[in-house]
């Protein structure tokens, strides 16, 4: 088996970890055993590029339990867990290619490598691996029946393939289940932010003026957590419609040129070129903390701050100092990479059980009905949407009502007012 992982050594603390993320992981657990039984994924090949963590080896077991066969790579090149991935081939004999803190050459070798085993089905975190397929291996796009995506990131980029029609395979957007957004991008990112920027710099929250670029599904839950921690959140927005939700759930809403003066740690979650740039860092106070936790290390315009300082130094890991020519410090965290994923451990095992258990069942979704599907970024369908969360309480021991007859005849009629 080819693979190409940090130490095999570590497999034996990624088996731990991988077993204690497992307990938390009850709807994925449930799809688990019944694709031992039912072997729906039965010879399928699927590559997947996902952040590699005890949380994404729980769902690579789930789809090796379906009878596919499945290869991962890395979609960042400073998220692997490499004990993870050591448990993942020594343990599970699953091929994985990723290793913490890989340069961007390698990051794109793994993800040929993983193409190297021409799947049929991919799974994707951000659509690096759809677009490397769609650039350098078009030979191989046409052995694709199709496949899913993670992350907004992902969503937004498929979907401009697909309007300029060069998408060539239909893609289940997984990011857009209601059981995925609502849940991973605003508690599991609002959560694993903090603790990225707690775990890096040790710093104390409250008190503190933390500013949230964007305020999205990610930003509202960043913003709502830091509130919660006794943090003064500021929120930065270009969406009307976004920035007056920000001002009614409570925060001072500004312009960037504002927040930058008064920002001690900012935080972007936009999805954006550039939201932190040369204006800003002129801007800044003396020892600001900017962190990102969009998916690509594009929103800070760290060459320009590189530009601006007089020398940049680790002071602690994942956190370097840029000293400014007018004496200021710019602290930036986990080289602008996702800080939850490089800083801290990515979203906790309970939120990713639902993302999972999406990523489980499209895959076998699209295995049927791929052929009945157009070249184009699909929704996940409600049914299976409503599933998962129905299985998510049940696994929390909750119960909830269902209408009387009488209240879904009234809620399906029209002729009954005042
Ligand atoms: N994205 C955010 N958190 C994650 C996790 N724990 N595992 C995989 N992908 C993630």
């Given at each position: 088996?080819?693979?190409?992982?940090?130490?095999?050594?570590?497999?034996?603390?990624?088996?731990?970890?991988?077993?204690?993320?497992?307990?938390?992981?009850?709807?994925?657990?449930?799809?688990?055993?019944?694709?031992?039984?039912?072997?729906?994924?039965?010879?399928?090949?699927?590559?997947?590029?996902?952040?590699?963590t005890?949380?994404t080896?729980?769902?690579?077991?789930?789809?090796?339990?379906?009878?596919?066969?499945?290869?991962?790579?890395?979609?960042?090149?400073?998220?692997?867990?490499?004990?993870?991935?050591?448990?993942?081939?020594?343990?599970?004999?699953?091929?994985?290619?990723?290793?913490?803190?890989?340069?961007?050459?390698?990051?794109?070798?793994?993800?040929?490598?993983?193409?190297?085993?021409?799947?049929?089905?991919?799974?994707?975190?951000?659509?690096?691996?759809?677009?490397?397929?769609?650039?350098?291996?078009?030979?191989?796009?046409?052995?694709?029946?199709?496949g899913?995506?993670?992350?907004?990131?992902?969503?937004?980029?498929?979907?401009?393939?697909?309007?300029?029609?060069?998408?060539?395979?239909?893609?289940?957007?997984?990011?857009?289940?209601?059981?995925?957004?609502?849940?991973?991008?605003?508690?599991?990112?609002?959560?694993?932010?903090?603790?990225?920027?707690?775990?890096?710099?040790?710093?104390?929250?409250?008190?503190?003026?933390?500013?949230?670029?964007?305020?999205?599904?990610?930003?509202?839950?960043?913003?709502?957590?830091?509130?919660?921690?006794?943090?003064?959140?500021?929120?930065?927005?270009?969406?009307?419609?976004?920035?007056?939700?920000?001002?009614?759930?409570?925060?001072?809403?500004?312009?960037?040129?504002?927040?930058?003066?008064?920002?001690?740690?900012?935080?972007?979650?936009?999805?954006?070129?550039?939201?932190?740039?040369r204006?800003?860092?002129d801007?800044?106070?003396?020892?600001?903390?900017?962190?990102?936790?969009?998916?690509?290390?594009?929103?800070?315009?760290?060459?320009?701050?590189?530009?601006?300082?007089?020398?940049?130094?680790?002071?602690?890991?994942?956190?370097?100092?840029?000293?400014?020519?007018?004496?200021?410090?710019?602290?930036?965290?986990?080289?602008?990479?996702?800080?939850?994923?490089?800083?801290?451990e990515?979203?906790?095992?309970?939120?990713?059980?639902?993302?999972?258990?999406?990523?489980?069942?499209?895959?076998?979704?699209?295995?049927?009905?791929a052929?009945?599907?157009?070249?184009?970024?699909?929704?996940?369908?409600?049914d299976?949407?409503?599933?998962?969360?129905?299985?998510?309480?049940?696994?929390?021991?909750?119960?909830?009502?269902?209408?009387?007859?009488?209240?879904?005849?009234?809620?399906?009629?029209?002729?009954?007012?005042?």
């Amino acid at each position: 088996m080819k693979y190409d992982v940090k130490d095999l050594g570590l497999a034996g603390a990624g088996k731990n970890r991988i077993e204690w993320a497992d307990k938390d992981m009850p709807v994925l657990r449930l799809i688990r055993e019944r694709f031992e039984k039912e072997k729906p994924l039965n010879g399928a090949k699927l590559a997947a590029c996902l952040h590699v963590t005890s949380e994404t080896a729980n769902l690579m077991r789930t789809l090796k339990a379906g009878g596919a066969e499945v290869v991962l790579c890395a979609s960042n090149p400073l998220s692997t867990q490499d004990d993870v991935a050591a448990s993942l081939v020594k343990d599970y004999e699953i091929p994985v290619f990723a290793i913490k803190g890989e340069d961007d050459k390698t990051y794109y070798e793994h993800i040929h490598a993983a193409l190297d085993f021409h799947p049929e089905i991919t799974m994707d975190d951000g659509a690096d691996l759809v677009s490397v397929l769609h650039t350098d291996r078009v030979d191989q796009v046409g052995d694709i029946i199709g496949g899913t995506e993670e992350t907004t990131t992902g969503v937004i980029r498929l979907k401009s393939m697909a309007e300029q029609g060069v998408l060539r395979y239909p893609i289940i957007a997984v990011n857009d289940a209601q059981t995925k957004h609502f849940f991973d991008n605003r508690y599991g990112t609002g959560q694993s932010t903090l603790d990225g920027i707690m775990r890096a710099t040790n710093i104390l929250l409250a008190g503190r003026t933390l500013v949230v670029t964007g305020y999205g599904w990610c930003g509202r839950g960043v913003a709502m957590r830091a509130g919660g921690m006794g943090a003064n959140v500021v929120v930065v927005e270009i969406n009307p419609l976004k920035a007056i939700e920000a001002v009614m759930d409570g925060y001072r809403v500004m312009p960037s040129i504002e927040a930058a003066k008064i920002a001690d740690i900012w935080v972007t979650v936009t999805g954006n070129l550039h939201v932190i740039d040369r204006a800003h860092f002129d801007a800044m106070k003396d020892g600001a903390i900017i962190a990102n936790s969009g998916h690509f290390n594009v929103e800070i315009n760290i060459a320009a701050l590189e530009e601006m300082a007089e020398s940049r130094r680790e002071v602690r890991n994942f956190v370097e100092e840029f000293l400014m020519k007018d004496g200021r410090r710019i602290y930036l965290l986990a080289d602008g990479r996702l800080v939850n994923l490089a800083a801290a451990e990515g979203h906790p095992a309970s939120v990713m059980d639902m993302s999972f258990a999406n990523q489980a069942l499209a895959a076998e979704l699209m295995l049927k009905e791929a052929k009945n599907l157009k070249k184009d970024v699909i929704g996940v369908p409600t049914d299976i949407d409503q599933e998962i969360a129905r299985l998510k309480l049940a696994s929390m021991g909750i119960d909830i009502d269902v209408l009387t007859e009488e209240q879904y005849k009234y809620l399906h009629s029209w002729e009954m007012g005042t």
